[in-house]
């Protein structure tokens, strides 16, 4: 009992359920999104919000191709939502956070003779044996 308490109280295992829990209700909040606003404003565009009654005949064998292209235009307005709304912003507060930082020193450097990355205190070239002066 005590190795699974230790197991639960881990910081990845409460980390991985907040996420979880914040990630369905993020979802719901995407999907509203997607159901409510920008589909209302598509069918202002095309006329018909809904495909599902979509059908294809081909020699008499019905394909009902309505409801794969409601799911794919759905998938296509959660991922652009997601993305302008979301990664977006995101980036640009990561962006401005590290205005400020120095650049990391660099641990490697090309050899001038292979082009290969070697550690910044070798000598020689693991690869073509080259000497670095």
């Known amino acids: 009992m005590k190795g699974f308490k230790q197991f639960l109280l881990r910081g990845n295992v ?22 409510d606003l920008i589909t209302p404003l598509i069918a202002l565009v095309i006329g018909k919000p809904d495909f599902s009654a979509l059908v294809l005949d081909v020699r008499g064998t019905k394909f009902p191709i309505g409801d794969f292209i409601n799911a794919v235009l759905s998938f296509l307005f959660v991922a652009a939502a997601i993305y302008y709304f979301v990664v977006l912003p995101v980036n640009a507060i990561v962006a401005r956070a590290r205005r400020g930082e120095a650049p990391a020193d660099p641990t490697t450097k090309k050899c001038p003779e292979c082009l290969s990355e070697v550690p910044i205190a070798a000598k020689r070239c693991a690869f073509c044996t080259v000497a670095f002066s």
């Open 14 to 35: 409460i980390d991985l359920a907040v996420a979880v829990v914040i990630g369905a209700a993020f979802g719901a909040v995407v999907a509203a999104l997607v159901k």
